[in-house]
């Protein structure tokens, strides 16, 4: 039972190895996590310069969201990008065939796909996530209950299996047309969970609740935070996160029984 | 100068790039998200009033001018020719017998082609959905062509010249990350650059980026008129100077600095 943290281990301390060889790399993700939290926070700030809420949405409780937006997305860099984006593309194991040496390693391929490289200077990202995070509570004002912070890292869990389950399917969709970037598709459609999902039009708000579920990862753990987060919703979406983890799992190992390898 | 040359090579890298469009689509899809976003956030905010005088209908026209208008701006090959420096292929380009100016322009011509028979359908079915206001008269018409072209010259320059210091540092491009978030900020992305906050908002006039997005379009929908007009024309115009002095001084002395390593 030990055995996949043993490997999890294993697999972050040759990342490091691989990571630390890059000296002038560490300063260049210095800087790109600061643009993307200087903006972030700098995009808000702007927006609420010149009105008081919008959708029933405060500075504080939109601050939050980008809080959430930025916490989840330093753990998707943090192992779950790095790993699976290596089966994509266009010099992806998929579309090359170095994917044979995956699929013999004695472990679960799914498993190894989706832990195996590791960044860990997206800590630093995950810093400033929660920095958003505990100034967004600060400026809301209201006491902040343990019932609400218990509620906020279950929708957080929940919603970082969204996240997961979402990539999973994406990358999975390689075995079907390798060459083809699915996750590009999706991080252009996970930039918009910066901001809540009220503040899209009508039926851009059904997708990004129901097909491409970005809401549930980051309005619902911030409604929870804010207190305005419903039980129905919170067990709603503890069903969705199942449902969806279970279809991509499934999805994944149906692609993986196409894949034929690939010949020079 | 050899421009028959030139010419047969900007044909040919359309053509291979045809081939490739869904790859490209992506790339556009991916860049016409933020202002997307900003269009949808806005006009949310603005419903049933106005922010600054600009009603919803004002925001979503001034979103769908800009999206269009950063597709045709951006000069993706600013990243790719610090690539060649650092790997390299320069070497091919500078046997060539004429400018390597010509390859990155094909690659520029082939883009904008690409890029706009996914932009131009996808803008136009927003515009039927989301009832943009528009009023236009001849003059902003007039003002916007050479406003859009002069836009066009100074973000190609601007990002050229930066993606030539990777003959001197090897990790030139976070220079680019940088200009890529200051063109958020600066250039209108974020918010019309009249609702910035005051220290934004100045630096937003006297630096190049708004001219190179944001100044485009407010001439087209009428914001920029008068004074504003042929002062944001001025700073264009000079900033363009500036930015084509830089390429070609900072060209001549990299060139001849330039070693390729491999073999």
Redesign the interface.
């Known amino acids: 039972m030990l055995q996949p943290l043993r490997l999890i281990r294993i697999f972050i301390e040759t990342s490091v190895k691989n990571e630390t060889a890059y000296n ?2 560490f ?2 993700s210095l ?2 996590s600061l ?1 993307n939290f ?2 972030g926070i ?2 808000v ?3 609420f ?3 008081e809420t ?2 029933g949405w405060s500075f504080a409780s939109t601050l939050t969201v980008l809080g959430v937006y930025l916490t989840v997305g330093a753990v998707r860099d943090l192992f779950i990008s790095p790993s699976l984006d290596s089966l994509t593309g266009m010099d992806g194991e998929v579309w090359i065939g170095t994917f044979d040496f995956t699929l013999l390693r004695p472990v679960d391929t799914q498993f190894l796909a989706s832990v195996r490289r590791w960044r860990l200077f997206a800590l630093f990202d995950l810093l400033l996530g929660l920095g958003v995070l505990i100034v967004a509570v600060l400026r809301l004002g209201t006491a902040l209950t343990a019932a609400h912070l218990i509620t906020f890292l279950a929708a957080l869990a929940m919603g970082t299996i969204t996240l997961y389950a979402i990539l999973l399917a994406f990358s999975g969709l390689v075995f079907w047309s390798p ?3 699915f996750s ?2 999706f ?3 996970f ?2 969970a ?2 809540p999902v ?4 009508g039926a ?1 708000r059904l997708l990004l609740t129901w097909v491409v579920p970005v809401g549930v990862i980051t309005t619902i753990p911030a409604q929870a935070l804010t207190g305005e987060l419903s039980p129905a919703a919170l067990i709603g979406s503890l069903g969705f996160s199942i449902a969806l983890f279970t279809g991509a799992s499934i999805l994944f190992r149906g692609g993986l029984r196409r894949y034929a390898s690939a010949s020079s | 100068m050899n421009h028959r040359g030139g010419w047969a090579l900007i044909q040919q890298t359309w053509l291979s790039w045809m081939q490739h469009r ?2 490209f689509f ?2 556009a ?2 860049w ?3 202002p997307l ?2 269009l ?6 603005a419903r049933g009033g106005t ?2 005088g600009m009603t919803r209908g004002a925001f979503v026209t001034y979103y769908l001018v800009l999206i269009v208008v950063n597709q045709l701006t951006y000069a993706q090959t600013n990243w790719t020719v610090g690539d060649l420096i650092r790997d390299g292929r320069l070497n091919q380009l500078l046997l060539y017998p004429m400018s390597p100016l010509y390859n990155t322009l094909a690659t520029e011509i082939a883009g904008k082609v690409v890029y706009m028979i996914f932009v131009i359908p996808i803008t136009a079915v927003l515009a039927l959905g ?1 009832r943009p206001e528009l009023h236009l008269s001849v003059t902003q018409v007039i003002a916007f062509i050479p406003a859009l072209g002069l836009a066009w010259l100074l973000r190609f320059f601007w990002g050229y010249w930066l993606a030539l210091l990777a003959f001197w540092i ?2 030139a491009d ?1 220079l680019l ?2 200009q890529d ?1 200051l063109i ?2 600066l250039a209108g992305q ?2 019309p650059v009249a ?3 005051g220290v ?1 908002k100045t630096a937003a006039i006297a630096l190049p980026f708004r001219y190179m997005i944001g100044f485009p379009v407010e001439v087209l929908t009428g914001q920029a008129a008068g004074i504003d007009l042929a002062a944001g024309f001025a700073f264009q115009i000079g900033w363009t100077a500036a930015a084509i002095i830089l390429y070609l001084a900072l060209w001549r002395r990299g060139v001849r600095h330039f070693t390729a390593i491999g073999g």
């Open positions: 002038a790399n300063w260049v800087l790109n643009l200087g903006t700098l995009g700030i702007v927006l310069g010149q009105i919008v959708g060459g083809f970037l590009w598709v991080n252009g459609i930039q918009m910066r901001y009220r503040l899209y039009p851009l | 869904s790859f992506l790339l899809f991916g016409m998200v933020p976003i900003y949808f956030v806005w006009s949310t905010a922010i600054g989301l090897t990790r976070s990350s940088l978030a958020f900020l974020v918010a609702l910035l906050p934004l």
